[in-house]
């Protein structure tokens, strides 16, 4: 995951330059989409978790050359963002105070201004060399088994108080009391009046209090969950609790045109991507739908199962990552990530665009294999492509049926 999501950020960068890759991570619909094609359990909270933390390792080492730098992580790791931000300030010019200020901020709004019944536990704060940044945070609700994720954006951020989410997702618990609601403005001017004023009138209010003057008086700041005021997008990431991807999970249209686009790639298409030696047919698809992340319009992710189909999970599901696959797609993209940077006019990361946009053509043919009869098949050759889990390092191969006998290598 280091490797893989290190060369996906570079072609990203590459292409659409750095706050292109800060925009994404605010997506959570991309992010969700990300991890899954990176070989997490497609709908586990841990996606956040590794997504982060694979992010640090894989692009600490890039800093200097792409701009981006990433801080915190889960746990411990998450208290040391002040000081990691402070560091990262100091070596390109930052203002390294204001950022570990922001990230304070940040954490103190998600886990006292917004009380959903979930704990912080994750705090990752992604900022380039430019001062711009992302802020990814996840809470827990232990009782409930259950995660929620805040995603934060400097781009078009007017105020920490009023509405300044990019995204909150995640189950609902009732309803909640969030003051930093564009709503709530009466409620903090209400406290802020209170604890301006003189101590004794807030003693004063503190004898009548009762339990309906308090619901009352923060009336204005219990808002339904996820909701982000109107001038945002309704559009929610809702994980289901099943743990095996379903058919309904994907949108089967745009799975039928990715598998299309890569049995159909031939050498007058794709000739520098084909000459590399070892391609095979099913890394095609994987990196038909690695394109799909780097090239996507943000509505293309509105099925995030659908990516763990590239290189499947580590659960398992939809079937154990296939390493030879996983290797060889590493492979082919930091090499045309690489041929692209030294020099400009080689074909092979332009060649695995092109699998992104003639997937989205081939949507709209009808025939191709379905949701059912892909997973069927990945499962049942996994063995050959060195299918792995969490749980165990190689499946065996499938028992072979009465009366026939298994082939070498299978």
Not at 128 to 152: K, L, S
Not at 164 to 181: C, K, M, Q, S, Y
Not at 385 to 393: D, F, P, V, W
């Amino acid at each position: 995951m280091t490797r893989l999501g290190a060369v996906l950020t570079e072609a990203i960068v590459h292409h659409y330059g750095r706050e292109e890759f800060l925009r994404r991570l605010a997506s959570p619909f991309w992010f969700q989409s990300f991890g899954a094609v990176m070989g997490m359990d497609w709908h586990s909270s841990g996606i956040t978790t590794s997504v982060i933390g694979a992010l640090k390792r894989g692009l600490t080492p890039l800093s200097a050359e792409l701009g981006i730098h990433v801080c915190g992580g889960r746990g411990r790791h998450s208290r040391r963002t002040p000081g990691e931000l402070m560091d990262v300030g100091d070596r390109v010019g930052l203002d390294g105070a204001a950022l570990a200020r922001t990230s304070r901020l940040v954490a103190k709004i998600d886990s006292a201004a917004v009380q959903d019944g979930f704990e912080l536990y994750l705090h990752g704060f992604f900022v380039t060399d430019d001062g711009a940044w992302v802020v990814v945070q996840q809470g827990m609700n232990g009782a409930r088994g259950e995660a929620r994720r805040y995603h934060w954006t400097s781009e078009g951020l007017g105020s920490f108080v009023a509405d300044p989410h990019a995204a909150i997702e995640g189950p609902g618990t009732g309803r909640i009391v969030n003051l930093v609601d564009e709503r709530a403005r009466r409620a903090r001017a209400a406290q802020m009046t209170l604890v301006a004023g003189d101590p004794e009138r807030a003693v004063a209010a503190l004898r009548h209090w009762s339990p309906e003057a308090a619901v009352q008086a923060t009336s204005e700041a219990l808002i339904e969950p996820a909701t982000h005021g109107p001038s945002k997008p309704r559009l929610h990431l809702t994980m289901p609790r099943h743990h095996a991807v379903h058919a309904s999970d994907v949108i089967e249209r745009r799975l039928r045109g990715t598998i299309l686009a890569a049995q159909s790639a031939r050498p007058p298409d794709f000739p520098s991507l084909l000459l590399t030696p070892g391609l095979g047919a099913r890394t095609l698809l994987a990196l038909a739908m690695a394109a799909e992340v780097i090239h996507g319009a943000p509505c293309r992710f509105t099925d995030p199962a659908r990516f763990s189909l590239a290189l499947g999970g580590k659960d398992g599901h939809p079937f154990p990552v296939p390493l030879e696959v996983y290797d060889e797609t590493i492979r082919v993209l930091q090499d045309a990530v690489r041929r692209a940077r030294r020099l400009p006019g080689d074909d092979r990361l332009a060649a695995i665009g092109r699998l992104d946009r003639q997937a989205r053509w081939l949507e709209r043919r009808t025939d191709g294999p379905g949701f059912e009869e892909f997973v069927a098949r990945e499962r049942a050759r996994s063995h050959v492509l060195g299918g792995r889990t969490a749980g165990r390092r190689r499946p065996s191969a499938p028992p072979p049926a009465r009366g026939q006998r298994r082939l070498p290598g299978l």
